[in-house]
């Protein structure tokens, strides 16, 4: 899997309150809804103007805080196409790929890129493209990225389980 | 060369002989916590297509995050809840009336040493002051639990922190988690367990060491620990009669770094704006205007962070400017400062006295701020908009440094209010 998109770039310690604020984890409950509110306390204007296929680069420690799986959810439905960071919180980490959101840790190559730029990422290979050069890094683990090729965590339990689609 | 607590524990609950630090196992959790997010977890159940939880003696559900429900929205949310828990034969459900979370499954007997709970909840890293090893996860692994009884983890490193020395007048535990987590930085642990130990720990009540445990979760940590010893098997006593082996790390495992802390001569502490690493001695920091201050949370909402506050109120009336709200983390608490006359003396104080709940700590419900205002609080996060404004502030601090500050409308170096 390869992919191609245009850069928001971000600093160090994105929380989950400014990715997805805690006073709508009860009340915005729809995907698409939540998109709309995706790094609303950051940068308002992300939601608005953010494409398919668009990637996040920040520092380290990206989404640091809550549990809330809507951080990943806002994002991956904002169209979001992977995230690239020098850390991520763990928990965010495995939000992220439970929802089929691919993550890149590459602390380099984050470096190298700044916002607005097209980079591609080729998740197989381990390597991105920027403007600055191609940088190298270490593929996710065989059983993470069996979640992640899956779609999720939730159609990979299913696969586990053995049920058909739809059943 | 020995095994760390995480090694040993992930090894015995994914069933082999031994495990090492950056391997992937899959693991059967003993308990499985979520709370209002239940209901969101039960709809992704549903998409996994089966109809029953395979372990329902597993799963534990207080609902905490919004109580009593402030709009219809959350009335249905635990509505939905309700009929969840009763359609899967769930029994660990504790309704409106029981507490928050954090505090709910250690007072109810649900965390016992050397077990493996997984929640989702960050601070779910707050069982481990017991000795379990405990981690927050999110709502598809909840549901992928309920449904498989299974999950993966990585073993983590752990990095040791021994705190030595003698805790001054006026410093609390939550003032040294706080010094910790500004030196090491938010991610300063990040995917790695924390064991904390020396002289101070074994001093330490077991409500302090929740409240390490609970913070453990702010550098990046995946668990917080402490070993248990004679006030864990005192305070399990009296919660629970079922048998349980400690788990303890071995005199010569292997940790990827021990740090040594001495905190005799350390001060007050606050987290300032807008992160929980922002850490400044109070000195540095007194004199700053505050229009709320909030006792309560997962993190200092237990009877003695009640009482020393209520001790530093005694007879004295807080500023008029300042709206102090208290939170006790669950009705056993309540119920006990009201015996002790806790409540009755932080009510003539002017203090608000609420009920048990999480809702202000994430902006939820109750205690919202508007832009422009400032709280000190006792919780575990300041980020920005947390407390429901992304123009407000958010400072943290021990009970007891809050307390003095709402008598002063300032924040304050509690120090000046004890004899």
Redesign the interface.
Same mark, same amino acid.
């Given at each position: 899997m390869s992919i191609k998109g245009r850069v928001w770039k971000y600093g160090d310690d994105v929380n989950t309150d400014v990715i997805f604020p805690g006073k709508y984890t009860y009340t915005v409950t729809n995907p698409e809804e939540m998109a709309k509110h995706a790094l609303e306390d950051l940068d308002p204007e992300f939601a608005k103007e953010v494409e398919k296929g668009d990637i996040i680069v920040a520092g380290r420690n990206f989404g640091c805080g809550s549990s809330r799986e809507q951080a990943a959810t806002c994002l991956k439905y904002a169209g979001v196409g992977a995230i690239v960071a020098k850390s991520f919180a763990r928990i965010f980490f495995r939000n992220a790929i439970n929802q089929g959101l691919p993550l890149v840790q590459c602390k380099k190559a984050v470096k190298n890129i700044s916002s607005d730029e097209l980079i591609s990422v080729d998740f197989e290979k381990g390597r991105l493209s920027c403007k600055k050069g191609i940088f190298n890094f270490p593929p996710l683990p065989e059983s993470v990225l069996g979640i992640l090729n899956d779609g999720g965590l939730i159609p990979h339990t299913r696969k586990i389980l053995g049920i058909e689609k739809g059943g | 060369m020995g095994k760390t607590f995480a090694e040993k524990i992930l090894a015995l609950k994914s069933g082999k002989e031994s495990v090492s630090s950056g391997e992937?196992v899959t693991v059967s959790p003993d308990v499985v916590m979520s709370h209002?997010?239940t209901a *969101?977890i039960s709809k =992704?159940f549903k998409?996994?297509?089966?109809d029953k939880v395979m372990h329902p003696e597993r799963i534990v559900i207080p609902l905490d995050?919004?109580v009593p429900a402030a @709009?219809e +929205?959350?009335a249905l949310?635990h509505k939905e809840i309700r009929e969840f828990v009763q359609k899967q034969g769930i029994r660990n459900f504790y309704d409106i009336n029981t507490g928050v979370c954090h505090q709910v499954l250690p007072e109810k007997g649900h965390i016992l040493p050397g077990a493996l709970v997984l $929640? *989702?909840? /960050?601070h @779910?890293t707050t069982y481990g002051a017991f000795g379990a090893f405990a981690a $927050?996860? $999110?709502? /598809?692994?909840v *549901? /992928?639990i309920w !449904?498989?009884g299974k999950i993966?983890l990585r073993v983590p490193e752990t990095i040791k922190i021994n705190i030595e020395g003698e805790i001054p007048k006026g410093v609390h535990p939550k003032d040294i988690i706080l010094y910790i987590i500004g030196n090491l930085g !938010?991610?300063g642990a #990040?995917?790695k367990a924390v064991e904390f130990s020396g002289k101070v720990i074994r001093n330490m009540s077991v409500g302090g060491r929740m409240t390490l445990c609970n913070m453990a979760a702010e550098m990046?940590a =995946?668990i917080g620990y402490v070993e248990p010893d004679e006030k864990t098997i005192q305070y399990l006593a009296s919660r629970t009669g079922r048998e349980y082996k400690i788990v303890k790390s071995d005199a010569d495992a292997e940790f990827e770094r021990i740090i040594d802390y001495d905190v005799s001569d350390l001060e007050p502490q606050i987290a300032c704006p807008h @992160?929980v690493d922002n850490v400044k001695s109070v000195s540095e920091v007194v004199g700053i205007k505050i229009n709320q201050a909030l006792i309560g949370t997962c993190t200092n909402g237990r009877i003695e962070d009640l009482k020393i506050a209520s001790d530093i109120l005694q007879g004295k009336k807080i500023s008029k400017g300042v709206r102090l709200l208290v939170f006790p983390a669950s009705m056993e608490v309540f119920a006990e400062a009201m015996e002790e006359g806790i409540l009755q003396e932080l009510v003539k104080s002017g203090a608000v006295i609420m009920n048990p709940g999480c809702g202000p700590c #994430?902006? *939820?419900h109750e205690g !919202?701020l508007a832009p422009g205002e400032v709280c000190l609080s006792t919780a575990n &996060?300041n980020? +920005? $908009? &947390?407390m429901?404004c =992304?123009d407000a502030e958010i400072y943290l601090a021990s009970p007891a440094t809050v307390a003095a500050s709402s008598l002063y409308g300032k924040i304050t170096d509690v120090r000046r209010c004890l004899k």
């Open positions: - | 992937i209002d997010n *969101a =992704k998409q996994i297509g089966i995050h919004c @709009t +929205k959350y949310n $929640g *989702a909840d /960050s @779910t $927050g996860i $999110g709502r /598809s692994e *549901a /992928s !449904a498989t993966w !938010a991610d #990040l995917y990046g =995946k @992160t #994430l902006g *939820a !919202a &996060r980020f +920005k $908009g &947390r429901g =992304k």
